[in-house]
Structure formats: structure tokens, C-alpha cells
């Protein structure tokens, strides 16, 4: 019988016939040579398929490559790859003028093209990328108000004082900030057959909830579940719950949101400074305050084991995921690993 010449198959019909052979040999019993005959190809190419697949599965049966190896051919120069990895490393597309809003591939591209006038297919433009050992992720957001000044000024000189006062009059230091959560679903991926979308119902009624939390970097948890928007009062009543399962003194760090510099708050806290303190982080820089981690794990998993219908499975929910997070305390403290606040993963009175 005559050879099929396999080479002339796209990457899809070579898979297939790969397994279609493993599978004459391992679940229908055909013997290699006549499993090679069969198919018309040569038995040292069955002999070798059945052998991958034996030391792993059908996905070793995955084809390399085509083309050439890697480093060979290259149409960019090391020096010239030098340039474009320090380019987006060190620069953002609107810096250079380019009309984009991130470094994706097509950008990339344009940037190689401006410099040096080669035009690379995205796909080789990806391989570059990969090779220089860059990955896509997802940005941080921040503020064109945010003050770089200022956040300095608070990593080197603000937040060092807070923490030596706070050693110095044995005081708790707690950050805090308030979030809503929503009767919808932000869990991950479900396993399902291919070509068949997992599905999750949910009610189209938006319920909301509001709740206002603080962390330590020890671990402590401190929450309240409140209805509509935060308020003085609201704010007032929070203080009042913290001062009063927190012994001694807190350095309590909060954002610029109106109602912490409220008139009516000041003169609560006058009232009670040798209780508590407020301290304020700089002005659109959420990423400096911890307890923005917490609300991102909040939101993520909130509604994981089941989407509320109610406003009142809504405040279950939320409820059940902060008691439980209350006797994690190393989950909290993990919140602190993040690069931006690990200036406040130090050692704390408690």
C-alpha cells in the first residue's frame, strides 16, 4: 500500500491521525504493522506515537513547532531587541505619542516599525515577547490627580511616623475603607464540555449592600454592614465599635473620602484622642491602602457557593465570608505581600 505523505496535513490532521493510531493499537487491538499498514504510514512512525503516548497521553501526541529553531534567522538584532524590551519596560504608548493605551502586539509592532522600519507579523512580534520574558497583565489603574510627590512623602516620612508613634504608645494601627457588594457573579472558570457554556442564573434585580472594614497586618478583622451611603453618623458608630474590642490606643488610616473629614467626626475623635487617631493615605492612591486587598477578596468570592436572590442572602453572604475571614489571619496578613503595601507589613503593636 502506498505511503501517505503526512507532512502535506495541516497541524489538525496530523493530531488526528495520531490518535486514530494509538487508538487502533491500545483500545481496538490492531497491531502496530498492521495499524501502519492500515492507515498508510510507516510502522517507525505508529512505533513512535504509541510510545509518547504510553509515557503520557493523547496530548503527547501534540505536534512540535514548525519552522525554524528558535534564535535562528532572527530578523531583529540583540541590540535592537535591547531597545524595544527597555522601550516598554521604561515607557507607556501615549509617553511615545503612539495612538494606543497599553503595549499589546499591535503596538509593539508599530514601535519596532518606527524605530527600525520592520514589520513583523503579530505573531512573531508575540514570540519576541515571550522570549524577552514579558507576559500580559492586567495594569494598574492610577489617577492622572494622584501625586507622586505626596505618595513619596508618605512611604518615606508619614507612615514611618505613624509607625513609630504607634510603637512608642503601644497602639494598634488599622487601615480602613468602605465597599458595596452586588447580587452578581465574579467567580472564575467552571469545567464543562467543550463546546458547551456553563451557564449561571442570576436574577436581573440589582441588590446592593454597603460595608465599611479594617485590617491589622497581624490579621485582625473589624467590619460593619451598613444600608445606603456612608455618612458621618455611620462613620461615627464604626469608631465607636473599633475603640471598643480594640484595647489601647488606634492609628486608624482611612482615604480622603469627604465624610472622614467630616466636622461632626473631628469633634469625635477630639473627644476621644486618647483612644484614636484618624490618618489619611495620599489623595487617588487606593493601591497604598490594605484593606483594598481585602474588598478585592471580598468581591471575588463573596458570591462563589451561591448567587443571593435577596437582599437579605445578599447580607448572608457577605456576612459568612467576613466571619470566616475573621479566623484567617493568615489570609489577611497575605494582603500585605502585595508589592505596593509591603512598606505596612511591619511589626505592629496588637
Known amino acids: 500500500m502506498m505511503k501517505n505523505d503526512a507532512r502535506s496535513y495541516t497541524s489538525d490532521q496530523q493530531k488526528l491521525l495520531r490518535i486514530k493510531a494509538v487508538d487502533m493499537v491500545f483500545r481496538e487491538g490492531f497491531t502496530q504493522r498492521a495499524t501502519a499498514k492500515a492507515l498508510g504510514v510507516s510502522r517507525q512512525h505508529v512505533v513512535k506515537w504509541c510510545k509518547a503516548f504510553s509515557s503520557g497521553s493523547y496530548e503527547a501526541l501534540e505536534l512540535g513547532r514548525r519552522g525554524r529553531r528558535p534564535g535562528e534567522q532572527m530578523l531583529l538584532q540583540p541590540w535592537q531587541c535591547a531597545v524595544i524590551f527597555n522601550t516598554i519596560r521604561d515607557k507607556t504608548p501615549d509617553q511615545l505619542k503612539m495612538p494606543f493605551v497599553l503595549w499589546e502586539r499591535i503596538g509593539v509592532r508599530e514601535l519596532i516599525k518606527k524605530k527600525f522600519g520592520i514589520t513583523l507579523a503579530l505573531r512573531t512580534v508575540g514570540e519576541y515577547l515571550k522570549r524577552w520574558g514579558m507576559t500580559p497583565q492586567r495594569p494598574i489603574e492610577r489617577a492622572y490627580e494622584r501625586s507622586s510627590q505626596a505618595v513619596e512623602n508618605w512611604l518615606n516620612n508619614d507612615y514611618p511616623a505613624i509607625q513609630k508613634k504607634a510603637e512608642e504608645e503601644g497602639a494598634t494601627i488599622l487601615w480602613g475603607d468602605e465597599t458595596g457588594v452586588q447580587n452578581t457573579s465574579n467567580v472564575g472558570r467552571s469545567y464543562s464540555p467543550s463546546g458547551k457554556t456553563p451557564v449561571i442564573r442570576q436574577s436581573e434585580k440589582k441588590i446592593k449592600t454597603n460595608m465599611i472594614s479594617a485590617i491589622t497586618n497581624r490579621g485582625k478583622v473589624r467590619f460593619m454592614i451598613y444600608p445606603g451611603k456612608m455618612n458621618q453618623q455611620m462613620f461615627i458608630r464604626f469608631l465607636e465599635r473599633v475603640i471598643a474590642t480594640i484595647p489601647g490606643k488606634v492609628l486608624f488610616i482611612v482615604d480622603n473620602l469627604k465624610v472622614h473629614h467630616g466636622k461632626k467626626v473631628a469633634e469625635w475623635v477630639t473627644e476621644h484622642i486618647g483612644r484614636i487617631e484618624l490618618f489619611y493615605i495620599p489623595s487617588y492612591s487606593p493601591d497604598l491602602n490594605p484593606d483594598e ?42 494582603y500585605f505581600n502585595s508589592s505596593p503595601i509591603k512598606y505596612a507589613a511591619r511589626a505592629e503593636a496588637v
Open 293 to 334: 486587598y481585602l474588598n478585592r477578596d471580598l468581591k471575588k468570592n463573596v458570591n462563589s457557593r451561591a448567587i443571593p436572590r435577596t437582599e437579605v442572602e445578599l447580607k448572608m453572604n457577605l456576612l459568612s465570608f467576613m466571619r470566616k475571614l475573621q479566623k484567617l489571619p493568615d489570609r489577611v496578613m497575605s
